[in-house]
């Protein structure tokens, strides 16, 4: 059976230190794989996605993923955090065989100053 | 502006009522999505629509109509068969229902049920 999982339901940082947001899938087909950021009470917003072009993806604000094939395990990293960055993080993946999306349970990622 | 349109931004419903929710795109795309969301569950599928006048069940259709009249609208109704609606309902549209797909969401509507 396919499915994602988000290691951790909240992240906490302080400003300026590295984020590290993390996501296992598990799927017998080749994923893509994608993060969403969303901000209270608002839509998703696309941050990334990978489709089996480059493992290592860089997306908007600075923040990058990578494919790891071994681990399946796309996590979501940045260098620096900001205090805009705090927000609510979804891991997704579809399939090659044309499933529904499967959403993690997302991770809230709060930053202070 | 391209983008989706997803209103009222606030709903609120008395128990046994029927409510419907506005979700339009003028991004041309031929797929469309409605999603519920609830504290930490994440976002669940209730219905699809990969082309006008076709609609498919998601995971959590029970209690939910759809209907596909137009390829820029799909509007959800939440029937009172629905036994918990109070929720953040989120729209979305792609090029085409396809793996690879960037879905595009709307700002979601939260509905209340008095």
């Known amino acids: 059976a396919q499915s994602v999982t988000q290691l951790d339901s909240h992240v906490s940082v302080s400003e300026g230190t590295p984020v590290l947001l993390r996501c296992n899938y598990s799927?017998?087909?080749?994923?893509?794989l994608f993060w969403y950021v969303q901000h209270p009470n608002k839509g998703l917003q696309l941050l990334l996605k990978?489709?089996?072009?480059?493992?290592l993806v860089k997306g908007i604000n600075g923040f990058e993923a990578e494919f790891k094939k071994s681990e399946t395990s796309f996590h979501l990293t940045k260098p620096s955090a900001h205090m805009s960055d705090a927000a609510e993080y979804f891991c997704v993946v579809t399939f090659q065989a044309g499933t529904a999306l499967i959403f993690g349970k997302g991770t809230t990622l709060s930053v202070s100053s | 502006d391209g983008g989706i349109t997803q209103s009222p931004k606030y709903l609120f419903r008395k128990e046994g009522q029927n409510v419907t929710l506005s979700c339009e795109q003028n991004?041309?795309?031929?797929?469309m999505y409605w999603y519920r969301q609830d504290p930490g569950q994440g976002l669940r599928l209730i219905y699809y629509s990969q082309i006008v006048n076709d609609f498919q069940k998601g995971d959590i259709a029970e209690g939910y109509s759809v209907s596909r009249e137009k390829k820029e609208s799909f509007p959800l109704t939440v029937t009172s068969a629905q036994k918990n609606p109070t929720a953040f309902y989120l729209c979305?549209?792609?090029?085409?229902?396809?793996?690879?797909?960037?879905?595009?969401f709307g700002p979601g509507t939260r509905l209340t049920v008095l």
């Open positions: 979305a549209s792609s090029i085409a229902r396809g793996a690879n797909n960037e879905q595009f």
């Open positions: 991004l041309n795309h031929d797929a």
């Open positions: 990978y489709t089996s072009a480059a493992t």
């Open positions: 799927s017998s087909y080749s994923p893509s």
